[in-house]
């Protein structure tokens, strides 16, 4: 009664978005986002997605308060309002830097911090524990986590189909560790937030007639970070680093991002076309599909990197309550990760030759 409505509304809305296109586009700034350096999409899709999502957010959370004694699901969905409105502005082609963004997103974080009174408050780890013990350093480290991660989501929003179904296995993966726990409000709420993406990836895999864009990107991204912390603070029986192998691939791709771009001393805000999902559509194109085929290439590198992105999740399940193992997997994961990097290059290299 709370989910297929919600998945109903985000599919309606989100077709009546492409029926009304016509419309639509007068109202926005022109954007040519096929020519940026970081684009793998082709054709210019509507990046309303956001939209038809939240819509369904909406309905759902409704429906949830009514017919429960939920209270922390609208405050989360309330504390996202100031980085969906920044990322809306994008989306309609009134520039907002990647910074105003980021600033956004922090202003979201801080929302929650205040609405919801929580924060990341252990790692599970000694010395970072100690560190989170000072609520101060807890709430800069809290905010600081959730912009970044909201804008990891955004990063990977230009491959069809790979942010939704990112977000959808991680949603999954919150709420079953969610609902092992008994915080049957965050399962619920994370299944809401799958299906709501669920209605939404038709339009967006294998043909992305419509992308998330920024609203939608960073608005989930949010909503996704904050069910984890939310959980963490409510159950000391789920390792921190259960859930940021739930968490896995945006993390990772950021940092591993922030990284390689300040070891090439570049501004770490500045776009590329070195993230791997970039690798490997790349070497599809190359070994596969021929020369700029991204028609094909394109939904296609969910299909191969889609094995890769579930197996930290499932770990992450399958150890939600082993905070040392946690730590364990999910450093052989990145090390695992930043060694597909190269092999992913390697390939590319070796088959132009």
Known sequence: MIYLPSLFVTALCALLILRWQSFIEPLTERR??????????YGEPLRFGGVAVL???????????????AHDTPLLLLSALPVMIAGLAEDMGHRVSPRGRLIAAMLSALAAIVMLQIWVARADLTGLDFALSFPAVAIIGTVLFSAGFCHSVNLIDGMNGFSTVSVISS??????????AGQAEIATFSMLLVACLAGFLAMNWPTAR???????A??????LVWLGILLAWKSDSVAIPALLLVLFWPIVDVFHTIFRRLMLRNSPFQPDKMHLHHKVR????LMVFGYNQRAKSNPATIVVLFPFMVMPIATGVLLQSNPTAGWIAFIAYSLAFAGAHKIATRIAIKWRK
Do not use: K, P
Request: charged content about 10%; overall charge negative.
């Open 210 to 216: 419509m992308f998330l864009g920024d609203a939608g």
């Open 55 to 69: 819509l369904g957010l909406v309905i759902g959370t409704l429906l949830l308060t009514f017919q429960t004694d």
């Open 171 to 180: 949603a999954s993966g919150i709420a079953l560790i969610a609902a092992h």
């Open 218 to 223: 960073y608005g989930v991204g949010h909503l």
């Open 32 to 41: 040519a986002d096929h020519l940026a350096i970081q684009s793998s999409h």
């Open 282 to 285: 790349r070497a599809l194109d």
